[in-house]
């Protein structure tokens, strides 16, 4: 029942956009959006089992909806699921070379936004005075003026 209403949902859809770009004219709508969300997958995937599949590819505007999306907003893509190449000879360290220096960056960063949050909340307060070595109490400057 479950492909049965799926494959429904594809034919309803394939009337809908009929030989229209998009669902709505000329220019894209969030429903595009998501549609071809849920379309390219289904048409680009390798499935199991691809009676389903088989059924999209039948719909032959969707199919050109989801072609024209992919050459349209993934140029790069040609209509395959690949980023774009990258420059050749180009290693990991080429590609960005202050990598190290983000990544230390991004490290410090947290660490001071954890400390900060701390202090602010009270988790970890600074107090001035109190104990000091072997558990005795500092000498204030009052009582060192009293010794001498």
């Excluded at 394939?14 to 969300?37: E, N, T």
């Excluded at 691809?50 to 992919?70: D, M």
């Excluded at 990544?103 to 109190?130: K, T």
Aim: include cysteine; glycine fraction near 10%; hydrophobic fraction near 35%.
């Amino acid at each position: 029942q479950l492909y049965r209403e799926a494959r429904e949902c594809l034919t309803l859809l394939s009337q809908r956009l009929g030989s229209q770009k998009f669902f709505f004219g000329d220019s894209p709508a969030s429903l595009d959006a998501l549609v071809f969300s849920r379309l390219a997958p289904l048409l680009k995937a390798k499935l199991p089992n691809g009676k389903l599949q088989q059924h999209l590819k039948s719909l032959q505007n969707l199919c050109n909806y989801c072609t024209s999306i992919l050459s349209l907003y993934f140029p790069w893509d040609g209509g395959e699921s690949r980023p774009p190449p990258h420059p050749e000879g180009l290693g990991e360290a080429e590609e960005d070379p202050h990598k190290r220096r983000k990544q230390l960056l991004s490290v410090l960063v947290g660490l001071a936004a954890m400390l900060g949050y701390a202090f602010l909340s009270g988790i970890v307060s600074i107090q001035r005075g109190g104990v000091g070595p072997a558990g005795r109490q500092p000498v204030t400057m009052e009582e060192e003026e009293e010794e001498e």
